[in-house]
Nanobody
Framework: QVQLQESGPGLVKPSQTLSLTCIVS??????????WSWIRQPPGKGLEWMGS???????YYNPSLKSRASISRDTSKNQFTLHVSSVTPEDTAVYSC??????????WGQGTQVTVSS
């Protein structure tokens, strides 16, 4: 059974960089076929895919983030990390990590609330 768990600060100040880590168990992030992803949901809005990192380390991002987002990984710890720079209150959301196969996101973390406020 694959499990994902987000970790990181719940409060970030405007203009700072937000960093969240997803710790994966029950499956390797270097296994072919899957994309390890970050998704967020601002209050009162829908889900927004932010980006993914695949088995070989290649990354893909939502263009709407205008290059503020990046994803890195630590294969020795089987985890991947989201960085969002120059955050504003509009980045306040529940952030979730998830695994995607060819068809859908099949495993999700529980999600973590991040608030951007001074």
């Amino acid at each position: 059974q694959v499990q994902l768990q987000e970790s990181g600060p719940g409060l970030v100040k405007p203009s700072q960089t937000l960093s969240l880590t997803c710790i994966v168990s029950g499956g390797s992030i270097t296994t072919n076929y899957y994309a390890w992803s970050w998704i967020r949901q601002p209050p009162g809005k829908g889900l927004e895919w932010m980006g993914s990192i695949v088995y070989n380390g290649d990354t893909y991002y939502n263009p709407s983030l205008k290059s503020r987002a990046s994803i890195s990984r630590d294969t020795s710890k089987n985890q991947f990390t989201l960085h969002v720079s120059s955050v504003t209150p509009e980045d306040t959301a529940v952030y979730s990590c998830a695994r995607r196969n060819d068809y859908h996101f099949d495993y999700w973390g529980q999600g973590t609330q991040v608030t951007v406020s001074s």
